[in-house]
């Protein structure tokens, strides 16, 4: 079982910042592949971004030059770091872990963009 909790959430104006963080427990975190996802209202949930074990980073076409996913083995801690943030970027956004047949999620943090 693995439990994550978000972080870094908040209310932004267009072109501003904000990271997230996803403090997870257990003792194997290194070996999960971590991700955000997002949801917007009336929208599905959607992969923003996910880094594997060994660091490979894959991002949506929509946040590409703008977000930034990183990890923190040694913390047990995942990171997005969103820049330039846009009024279409506002939504719950969820922490994610996964291994094989195994995904975990957070509780979700709300990130709201105003124009």
Same mark, same amino acid.
């Given at each position: 079982? %693995? +439990?994550?909790? $978000?972080?870094?959430?908040?209310?932004?104006?267009?072109?501003?910042?904000?990271?997230?963080?996803? =403090?997870?427990? !257990?003792?194997?975190?290194?070996?999960?592949?971590?991700?955000?996802?997002? +949801? /917007?209202? !009336?929208? +599905?949930? $959607?992969?923003? =971004?996910?880094?594997?074990? !060994? !660091?490979?980073? &894959?991002?949506?076409?929509?946040?590409?030059?703008?977000?930034?996913?990183?990890?923190? &083995? /040694?913390?047990?801690?995942?990171?997005?770091?969103?820049?330039?943030?846009?009024? $279409?970027?506002?939504? %719950?956004?969820?922490?994610? /872990?996964?291994? =094989?047949?195994?995904?975990?999620?957070? +509780?979700?943090?709300?990130?709201?963009?105003?124009?």
């Amino acid at each position: 079982q %693995v +439990q994550l909790v $978000e972080s870094g959430g908040g209310l932004v104006q267009s072109g501003g910042s904000l990271r997230l963080s996803c =403090a997870a427990s !257990g003792s194997i975190f290194s070996f999960y592949t971590m991700g955000w996802y997002r +949801q /917007a209202p !009336g929208k +599905q949930r $959607e992969l923003v =971004a996910d880094i594997t074990s !060994g !660091g490979s980073t &894959n991002y949506v076409d929509s946040v590409k030059g703008r977000f930034t996913i990183s990890r923190d &083995n /040694a913390k047990n801690t995942v990171y997005l770091q969103m820049n330039s943030l846009k009024p $279409e970027d506002t939504a %719950v956004y969820y922490c994610n /872990a996964h291994l =094989a047949t195994l995904w975990f999620w957070g +509780q979700g943090t709300q990130v709201t963009v105003s124009s």
